[in-house]
C-alpha cells in the first residue's frame, strides 16, 4: 500500500521527534554524570579540607572561621542595599531573619540538636542575645545602610574592635591584652578612621545608626559565648532568630506594610542568599570562631570585611572606591598582620579563660 504525502510528513516528523529525544536524554545523562562526578569533587575536595581543619590548633580554627565570617559579611551592605531597591529596610530584616531561622532549623533537624531546647540553663543567655543582637544591633544596622553608601557603613562597622576592647578589657577585665594587640587594632581603627571621614569630620546620620550598632554589638557577643558553652551554634542561632523574627514582626506591621514594598518578587533572591548565607552561615562561623578565641581578635580580623565589601560595591554597585579608601587599606592590612602573627592575649589570662 502506498503512503499518501501526509503520512510520508508524518512519518518524517516522528522520526525526527524520537531523534530529539534520543539526543536530548543523551545531553540530560552527559549532565547528570558530570554533575554527580563534579559533587564527588566537591565533597571529596571538603573531606580533605575538614581533615586537615581537625589539625590545627584551637587558635588557627577560631581564625579560620573569622576569615570565612569575613568573607560573607562583606557582602551584608551589598546584599542589603541591593534588597532596598524594591523593599523597605525594616521588610529586609524581618524577612531575613525569618529565612535564617527557617536555615537554622533545618541544619538543628539534620544534626539532631532539637533535644539541646531542653537545657534550661541557655536560655537566659539566648534571651540577651536575641535582644541585643537581633532586636538592637541588627535593626540599627539595616535602617542605617539605607542612609549611607555600602563602603562607609563597613568602615564604620570597623569601631566594633574599639568597644570590644573596652568592653571585655576595660568594663567586665576578662581579657588583658597584649600591646602588639591594641597596636594592631589601632592600626585599623586609624585606616578605618582615614576613609570614614576623608578629611572632614562630618558623619551621615545613617552611619551614627551603624555606630551605635557597634556600641551594643559586644555585649551581644558576651552572651554569646555564653549560650554556646551550653548548646551548638546552630541551636543559639535558630532560637536566637525566631524569636527576633517574632518581636520584629509587630514592628513592621505597626510602622511598615506591604504597600509599601515596591516588587517584593524582584527582593526575595536577594533576601534568600542574604537569610541562608550572610545571616545564616556566616553567624555560624562567627559563633564558633568566638567560641575558640577572643572576641576583641575576632573582630580585629572580622574588620579586614570592608575591603570585601569595597570590591564588591565596586563590581555590583559600580561604587568607585576614593583615594581616601586606598589609603585606609594599607593600615588596616598592617593591623590584620599583626594581629595574626603576635599573641593577643597575655598567655596567663587566655589559659584561666579557657
Given at each position: 500500500m502506498l503512503l499518501g504525502t501526509q503520512d510520508v510528513f508524518l512519518f518524517h516528523v516522528r522520526a525526527q521527534d524520537k531523534s530529539s529525544w534520543g539526543n536530548t536524554r543523551l545531553v540530560l545523562h552527559t549532565l547528570v554524570h558530570k554533575a554527580c562526578n563534579t559533587s564527588q569533587h566537591i565533597f571529596a575536595t571538603l573531606a580533605r579540607v575538614l581533615a586537615k581543619f581537625q589539625t590545627l590548633s584551637k587558635e588557627r580554627q577560631g581564625e579560620a572561621f573569622t576569615i570565612s565570617t569575613m568573607l560573607l559579611w562583606g557582602f551584608f551592605p551589598i546584599v542589603s542595599i541591593l534588597a532596598y531597591q524594591h523593599v523597605t529596610a525594616l521588610f529586609t530584616a524581618v524577612t531575613m531573619t525569618i529565612i535564617s531561622s527557617v536555615f537554622f532549623g533545618l541544619v538543628m533537624l539534620a544534626r539532631k540538636r532539637f533535644a539541646e531546647l531542653s537545657i534550661r540553663a541557655a536560655w537566659r543567655p539566648i534571651l540577651w542575645t536575641t535582644f541585643y543582637i537581633v532586636v538592637v544591633t541588627y535593626t540599627l544596622l539595616f535602617f542605617g545602610y539605607a542612609h549611607t553608601t555600602a563602603g562607609s557603613g563597613s568602615i564604620v562597622a570597623l569601631s566594633q574592635v574599639l568597644f570590644s576592647i573596652i568592653f571585655f578589657g576595660l568594663v567586665l577585665r576578662t581579657e588583658k591584652y597584649t600591646r602588639e594587640a591594641l597596636f594592631g587594632s589601632l592600626l585599623m581603627l586609624v585606616g578605618a578612621a582615614i576613609v570614614l571621614f576623608q578629611g572632614s569630620f562630618s558623619l551621615e546620620?545613617?552611619?551614627?545608626?551603624?555606630?551605635?550598632?557597634?556600641?551594643?554589638?559586644?555585649?551581644?557577643?558576651?552572651?554569646?559565648?555564653?549560650?554556646?558553652?551550653?548548646?551548638?551554634?546552630?541551636?543559639?542561632?535558630?532560637?536566637?532568630?525566631?524569636?527576633?523574627?517574632?518581636?520584629?514582626?509587630?514592628?513592621?506591621?505597626?510602622?511598615?506594610?506591604?504597600?509599601?514594598?515596591?516588587?517584593?518578587?524582584?527582593?526575595i533572591p536577594v533576601l534568600i542568599i542574604g537569610g541562608v548565607l550572610i545571616l545564616g552561615l556566616a553567624k555560624i562561623f562567627w559563633i564558633e570562631s568566638i567560641h575558640r578565641i577572643s572576641v576583641a581578635k575576632a573582630v580585629s580580623l572580622e574588620n579586614f570585611s570592608p575591603f570585601i565589601t569595597l570590591i564588591a560595591a565596586f563590581f555590583i554597585l559600580g561604587e568607585v572606591p576614593t583615594w581616601w579608601q586606598v589609603a585606609g587599606f594599607l593600615p588596616m592590612l598592617a593591623g590584620a598582620w599583626i594581629i595574626l602573627n603576635k599573641d593577643f592575649l597575655h598567655t596567663k589570662l587566655a589559659e584561666v579563660s579557657e
Open positions: 546620620w545613617g552611619n551614627w545608626l551603624i555606630l551605635l550598632a557597634m556600641i551594643t554589638a559586644p555585649i551581644g557577643n558576651y552572651y554569646q559565648q555564653q549560650a554556646r558553652r551550653l548548646i551548638s551554634a546552630e541551636t543559639l542561632l535558630f532560637v536566637r532568630s525566631l524569636l527576633g523574627s517574632i518581636f520584629l514582626l509587630p514592628f513592621f506591621f505597626f510602622f511598615d506594610s506591604f504597600e509599601h514594598q515596591t516588587n517584593i518578587a524582584a527582593a
